[in-house]
């Protein structure tokens, strides 16, 4: 199932125009919740991988930065940054970024070492993320032991307070939510799931302007460095970019 949902994008963007820039307005839709991928900050402005990545593509398609607007509601948005799940039908451009799921818990415990000892823990995670425990454990499982969220951030305060466990979400994710509790968390066990980040469009021709866009964050650099701004704790897993679909 789609996590981030592509919308018909009405762009007339000329991507090898080189200095000729867009008159309009770009939105682009994004997760909430998502520590280190996207971050609302006090100002209303927005950072994080996702967000360094939706710029890098917005001028590549002759856009100022001040003409990006960022939205949570993906039903009014021309690109869609973050979509997981396979392509399908879907005009999706990426990936941009090949994570994992994996599993966060407290620095002092170390009852919780691989998958299975989540078996009589309490953990929170969002649905989607949750779904290889459940598949593991079952359905017994899930309503006993998990603690369904919304959003990942909502199971950082639980897990520091001792409410739960584990945290289950993608590996960036976790590091965003380490980093506001410093020295508390640590990864623990093996990646439950692998997941592709995507750049959901809504036509053919926007979805391979996006793709040359990336491609040229690939190679110009830009994509490592932020990899190393962005997602420094998890840089030595993320040394090269993916391989676009």
Do not use: H
């Amino acid at each position: 199932m789609w996590r981030g949902v592509a919308v018909v994008g009405v762009l007339a963007a000329a991507f090898l125009s080189g200095g000729c820039g867009n008159a309009g307005t770009l939105v682009v839709g994004v997760r909430p919740g998502q520590p280190g991928l996207v971050t609302r900050l006090p100002d209303g402005r927005y950072s994080g991988f996702d967000i360094e990545v939706a710029q890098y593509v917005a001028r590549a398609l002759g856009y100022r930065d001040d003409q990006v607007v960022y939205t949570l509601d993906t039903a009014r948005a021309d690109l869609v940054v973050g979509a997981t799940g396979p392509p399908g039908s879907r005009y999706v451009a990426g990936p941009y970024l090949v994570t994992s799921t994996d599993v966060l818990v407290r620095a002092g415990d170390l009852s919780i070492r691989r998958p299975r000892d989540l078996a009589r823990k309490r953990v929170c995670g969002t649905r989607e993320s949750a779904e290889p425990l459940v598949k593991r454990f079952g359905t017994r499982w899930r309503q006993v032991f998990l603690a369904e969220a919304n959003l990942p951030a909502a199971c950082a305060p639980l897990l520091a307070s001792g409410r739960t466990d584990a945290i289950v979400a993608d590996a960036p994710v976790l590091a965003g939510l380490s980093a506001q509790y410093p020295g508390r968390f640590r990864f623990s066990g093996r990646s439950l799931a692998t997941e592709k980040y995507r750049i959901a469009t809504g036509t053919a021709a926007l979805r391979d302007q996006v793709e040359e866009a990336l491609r040229r964050m690939f190679e110009d650099g830009t994509w490592k460095r932020t990899v190393i701004d962005q997602l420094s704790a998890l840089a030595t897993r993320y040394t090269t970019p993916p391989s676009l679909d």
